[in-house]
Each structure stands twice: as C-alpha cells, then as structure tokens.
Nanobody, 116 residues
Framework: QVQLVESGGGLVQPGGSLRLSCAAP????????IGWFRQAPGKEREGVSC????????YYADSVKGRFTISRDNAKNTVYLQMNNLEPEDTAVYYC?????????WGQGTQVTVSS
C-alpha cells in the first residue's frame, strides 16, 4: 500500500512563502500524475494543482494561479509545491495524491497557516 508523506507546512505571515514536499517511500511516483489538494476547516477537500508524468504538464486552480508552482524531481521521487505570496485564505491542511484516481490511502497532510 502506498504511503504518502507530506511535509513543509508551517505558520507564515501573509505574503510569505513555503515549499511543500510529497514523498512516497518505497514507491515510485514517476509514473503518475500527482496533485496537491487542501482542506480548510469546515470545507471540502479541493484540488490545488497537479503535474503529469512524462511531459510534466501542470494545472493550477484559479485561486492559486501565478502564486503556486508545482514541480517534481524524479531522482528524489518527490513532488513539490512552491507557494509564494500566501494569503490567509490559503490556510488549510495540504495533501498530495494521484490524479485522477487517488491511491486508496491519504497521508496525514501538512498544516499551512497564514496569519499575521
């Protein structure tokens, strides 16, 4: 069973930056389109961004376009989400998973809190 491990979250002031990492120890992510999702308190989980395998095409939700950048390092078997110019509305737990069919289990996520 795939174990997804998200890291890199934290507390940051508005306008700040964070870089999230998504790893899957013992499992190769290279073959799959991997996405970042987030869930804010009281809200449903939503897709933020994804990156395809092979050609590395990317997608961004309108709310993060121009501020977030997704990338992958196949040598490190890791997918990243660089988040710049963070806003309080970005506060959420961030998760990664396969797109469009998520792996059966989700990781614990990483908390991102944007507050002054």
């Amino acid at each position: 069973q795939v174990q997804l491990v998200e890291s890199g979250g934290g507390l940051v002031q508005p306008g700040g930056s964070l870089r999230l990492s998504c790893a899957a120890p013992g499992f190769t992510l290279d073959y799959w389109t991997i996405g970042w999702f987030r869930q804010a308190p009281g809200k449903e989980r939503e897709g933020v961004s994804c990156i395809s395998s092979g050609d590395g095409n990317t997608y961004y939700a309108d709310s993060v376009k121009g501020r977030f950048t997704i990338s992958r390092d196949n040598a490190k078997n890791t997918v990243y989400l660089q988040m710049n110019n963070l806003e309080p509305e970005d506060t959420a737990v961030y998760y990664c998973n396969r797109v469009p069919s998520p792996f059966g289990s989700w990781g614990q996520g990483t908390q991102v809190t944007v507050s002054s």
